[in-house]
């Protein structure tokens, strides 16, 4: 428990600053850029991670919704009860992630539909001979062909939305105290440490995404979604009464609806 509690304080200190906050934004995009100028004019050699088939993406990335929901849907729910005590708040708060998922839902299907209507199934990745009768991205892959079209890094996309959301329920962090003895402090410090560990993977394969993937107006309107549904939310809707609210960021509450706002 002690070494878990470390690594607790090494996240808080890290992740829950206003400072990160502020600035994760712009280092995404400047990382991405960064990233993206590298691959146009001098590319790194492949390495393990530049496979797609690498376990971080498989396993977290392709799913990399499900992970930041499964994990956030308790740490925003005990941490809320902890500091309001009333359900009604905590499942007002927990409506962000529904929020989310309609967002990562209706980007998702807009890229897809982007790709589909923009793109054409070719013999060759070279683009040589077009095949007229594929007229899908499936069809064109079941017939052994190869589909090119403006694809939106989905990637890009998810990894700053998920990175950014995760930061912003983490400010609650501020507010919540508990030692040993309390009953809910083993399970906040698991989900605080392991909602840490997936921001640093979120983040990194964002940069990997950046220096091995996709082309850079690709990755540029991907990650803008991702800003989009950040910015949107936490910094727009969530402000307004009618809302899931910000976490907690007063510790005189007062279980007030009226709370959740900055």
């Given at each position: 428990?002690?070494?878990?509690?470390?690594?607790?304080?090494?996240?808080?200190?890290?992740?829950?600053?206003?400072?990160?906050?502020?600035?994760?934004?712009?280092?995404?995009?400047?990382?991405?850029?960064?990233?993206?100028?590298?691959?146009?004019?001098?590319?790194?050699?492949?390495?393990?991670?530049?496979?797609?088939?690498?376990?971080?993406?498989?396993?977290?990335?392709?799913?990399?919704?499900?992970?930041?929901?499964?994990?956030?849907?308790?740490?925003?729910?005990?941490?809320?009860?902890?500091?309001?005590?009333?359900?009604?708040?905590?499942?007002?708060?927990?409506?962000?992630?529904?929020?989310?998922?309609?967002?990562?839902?209706?980007?998702?299907?807009?890229?897809?539909?982007?790709?589909?209507?923009?793109?054409?199934?070719?013999?060759?990745?070279?683009?040589?001979?077009?095949?007229?009768?594929?007229?899908s991205k499936q069809h064109c892959?079941?017939?052994?062909?190869?589909?090119?079209?403006?694809?939106?890094?989905?990637?890009?996309?998810?990894?700053?939305?998920?990175?950014?959301?995760?930061?912003?329920?983490?400010?609650?962090?501020?507010?919540?105290?508990?030692?040993?003895?309390?009953?809910?402090?083993?399970a906040i410090t698991t989900l605080?440490?392991?909602?840490?560990?997936?921001?640093?993977?979120?983040?990194?394969?964002?940069?990997?995404?950046?220096?091995?993937?996709?082309?850079?107006?690709?990755?540029?309107?991907?990650?803008?979604?991702?800003?989009?549904?950040?910015?949107?939310?936490?910094?727009?809707?969530?402000?307004?009464?009618?809302?899931?609210?910000?976490?907690?960021?007063?510790?005189?509450?007062?279980?007030?609806?009226?709370?959740?706002?900055?």
């Amino acid at each position: 428990m002690e070494h878990l509690e470390r690594c607790e304080w090494f996240l808080r200190w890290t992740l829950v600053r206003a400072a990160v906050r502020r600035y994760l934004p712009w280092a995404l995009v400047s990382s991405m850029l960064a990233g993206s100028f590298l691959k146009e004019f001098s590319p790194l050699p492949e390495s393990y991670l530049s496979n797609k088939r690498n376990v971080l993406n498989v396993y977290f990335v392709k799913v990399a919704w499900a992970w930041t929901f499964c994990l956030l849907l308790p740490f925003i729910a005990l941490t809320n009860y902890y500091l309001t005590g009333k359900a009604s708040l905590v499942l007002r708060r927990l409506s962000t992630l529904l929020v989310g998922t309609a967002i990562w839902y209706i980007c998702t299907a807009l890229f897809s539909n982007i790709e589909h209507y923009t793109g054409n199934c070719y013999h060759s990745p070279a683009l040589e001979g077009l095949r007229k009768e594929c007229q899908s991205k499936q069809h064109c892959h079941r017939e052994g062909g190869f589909w090119h079209g403006f694809d939106i890094s989905g990637h890009s996309f998810l990894l700053t939305f998920c990175a950014l959301m995760i930061v912003e329920e983490m400010a609650v962090l501020h507010e919540v105290k508990t030692d040993r003895s309390h009953c809910l402090h083993t399970a906040i410090t698991t989900l605080v440490v392991a909602l840490g560990f997936l921001t640093f993977i979120w983040v990194w394969m964002f940069l990997c995404t950046a220096v091995y993937f996709h082309d850079v107006s690709q990755k540029v309107f991907g990650t803008l979604f991702g800003l989009l549904g950040w910015y949107g939310t936490y910094r727009f809707w969530y402000q307004k009464s009618f809302s899931p609210g910000l976490p907690p960021q007063s510790s005189s509450l007062n279980l007030k609806q009226d709370s959740y706002k900055k």
